[in-house]
């Protein structure tokens, strides 16, 4: 699976996103599932699909679903 | 003695080198459990301290150095756990420093380290760790509080209000973190003698004891037992508490 699907699945996954969801323009809190507590949702979804554990920093800095991708290249074993 | 039993289980023990915390490292591989190994530097008596735990059960331990006051340090024990365990079950949080001063001659340098060392780290290593803790849905945090910070004492001014603020952290997070599974307590150690006490004259040591109703200083071990208690599943009902071992000091 391409990257960018499998942070697609993470987000589908952890905050029950609408079918038609605009992945290019989706920001934080747009959505009401995506709030502090989505976020967190979100994070465990991310890690357990990129088996990993994402930093502080950029936990704070997944502002938008194209940052997302940028910061899980990181990730991206 | 296997009365408390963790095996399996992994656990991170911060400034385990001496004191508190190597007999807390002890007691918990003695129980069953793999032990992450945290001394601020692995100088020659930390590294012979580390050889002599893991001889304990060899293969049970490995060592991360570093401050735990440092994000970046923090951020690396998260790393290498998940790397290596993919788990954490036990997080101990038993560094410290003590300076002590009175009001009106503490260096600012000095408030700024006692509450780094004693505060921050305790808040950054709870939250990058919880967080791998979640993924079980279980896993118990104990922190290492003074009875300092219900009394107070002078001269120990940024001290006590260090250890007050881990009751508060303590607290906080026990509620936070418990529908997620995680317990969080803190133990209050009273007067134990280790080398944090050692500086202390004759006559203050002497002043002290006549307090302690059960008559003496106490031992790592008998902090290093409760923490054990705290950390299995013995207490698994137990969460948001702070217990003294203090021989009946504040009672
Ligand atoms: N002994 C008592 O009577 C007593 C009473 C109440 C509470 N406590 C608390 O119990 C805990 C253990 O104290 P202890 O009596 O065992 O004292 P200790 O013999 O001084 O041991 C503390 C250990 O923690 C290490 N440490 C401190 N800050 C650290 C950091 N940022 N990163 C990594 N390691 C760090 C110290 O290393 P360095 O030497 O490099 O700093 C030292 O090896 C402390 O939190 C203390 O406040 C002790």
Redesign the interface.
């Known amino acids: 699976m391409e990257l960018q699907q499998r942070v697609e699945k993470a987000f589908t996954d952890a905050l029950d996103l609408p079918a038609d969801v605009d992945w290019a323009t989706l920001e934080y809190r747009q959505y009401e599932t995506w709030s502090s507590l989505g976020h967190?949702t979100l994070?465990?979804a991310l890690?357990?699909e990129f088996d990993?554990?994402m930093?502080?920093d950029d936990i704070l800095e997944m502002s938008s679903f194209n940052k997302a991708v940028e910061i899980m290249r990181k990730y991206d074993a | 003695m296997r009365d408390i039993d963790l095996s399996g289980r992994v656990a991170l023990v911060t400034g385990a080198a001496r004191g508190i915390g190597e007999a807390t490292a002890r007691r918990l591989i003695e129980a069953g459990c793999t032990v992450v190994l945290n001394a601020r530097t692995l100088n020659d008596e930390a590294q012979a301290v580390f050889a002599d735990l893991d001889a304990l059960r060899p293969g049970s331990t490995t060592i991360i150095d570093g401050s735990v006051a440092e994000?970046a340090v923090v951020?690396t024990i998260?790393?290498t756990i998940?790397a290596k365990y993919k788990r954490l079950d036990i997080l101990v949080n038993n560094a410290g420093i003590q300076r002590d001063n009175y009001i009106g001659m503490i260096p600012d340098a000095e408030i700024e380290a006692v509450m780094v060392n004693n505060v921050f780290s305790v808040i950054r290593l709870t939250?990058?760790l919880s967080?791998?803790m979640?993924?079980n849905g279980a896993g118990s945090i104990v922190n290492v509080a003074s009875i300092l910070a219900r009394t107070g004492n002078p001269g120990q001014f940024v001290y006590s209000a260090s250890k007050a603020a881990v009751i508060g952290a303590t607290m906080a997070s026990a509620k936070e973190l418990g529908p997620s599974g995680i317990r969080v307590n803190a133990v209050a150690p009273g007067l134990i003698a280790t080398r944090m006490t050692e500086a202390m004259t004759d006559a203050d040591r002497r002043r002290w004891e006549s307090q302690i109703p059960l008559g003496r200083v106490g031992s790592p071990a008998e902090v290093a037992d409760v923490i054990a208690f705290l950390a299995s599943d013995l207490s698994r009902y137990v969460t948001g508490q702070v217990i003294g071992i203090d021989g009946g000091l504040v009672i």
Request: net charge positive; hydrophobic share 55%.
């Open positions: 967190m994070v465990a890690e357990e990993a554990m930093e502080a | 994000p951020a998260a790393r998940f939250q990058a967080r791998l979640k993924r």
